[in-house]
């Protein structure tokens, strides 16, 4: 019997510290304090080769789909570079098996300079997403440049807007999951972010 539904957060950015990586902590913080389990995977820490090369025998390439595989809704962040999805996040979606996201609900997020860019995720990345083999796959949500800023002082600061749409997404998603069997624990803390150094596997 599984201890509570699992949420997998995938960020597809290459960049450190982006835009992304602060609204998938942001998602998975609150998914977290609605008692459901959360983590994060860091793609640009997985090992380069065997991304490119498409192996999914690699050790920590193989853990990682395995939470994919063992999660019930997951959550895909990625910036829009010339109107399309990130490659990091096409080459880590091609190592999953052609129903990989069989059953599972998958909330889409996206980053981007301009709101122009918002038709990728229904013309680019949607049609993956389905394809393999999504349960459904909600509304995304198109953050701009201007409306998540971050600083030490203040943290993460999130337009009015974008504040709505991820409340509505987070809403969407959790009411379609079944209720947890044990609630978390209130002390467990709000994030766990995976990321992978591979020297620690050599």
């Known amino acids: ?52 090369t498409g192996d999914p025998h690699d050790e920590l390439i193989a853990e990682a789909l395995k939470m994919v595989r063992d999660a019930d809704a997951v959550v ?20 999953l098996p052609r129903d990989g996201l069989r059953g599972k609900l998958v909330l889409p997020i996206a980053t981007g300079s301009s709101a122009t860019h918002t038709m990728a995720l229904d013309y680019c990345l949607g049609p993956v997403l389905n394809s393999l083999g999504a349960r459904q796959v ?12 971050w600083t030490q002082e ?16 987070i809403d969407a998603l959790v009411d379609l999951l079944p209720e947890p069997v044990f609630p978390l624990p209130a002390a467990t803390p709000n994030l ?3 990321r992978f150094d591979a020297a620690q596997h050599c």
């Open 1 to 52: 019997m599984k201890f509570t539904p699992t949420v997998i957060a995938i960020n597809g950015n290459p960049a450190p510290l982006s835009r992304t990586q602060r609204l998938l902590e942001h998602v998975t913080g609150a998914v977290r304090r609605r008692s459901y389990g959360a983590t994060q995977i860091d793609l640009r820490t997985l090992p380069a080769e065997a991304l490119l």
């Open 192 to 194: 766990r972010v995976l």
């Open 138 to 149: 909600l509304s995304p949500v198109f953050a701009g440049e201007s409306q998540v800023r």
């Open 76 to 95: 895909i962040g990625t910036p829009i570079f010339k109107s399309a999805f990130s490659g990091l996040t096409k080459l880590f979606l091609d190592l």
């Open 154 to 169: 203040r943290g993460l600061e999130l337009d009015l807007e974008i504040i709505e749409r991820l409340g509505g997404g």
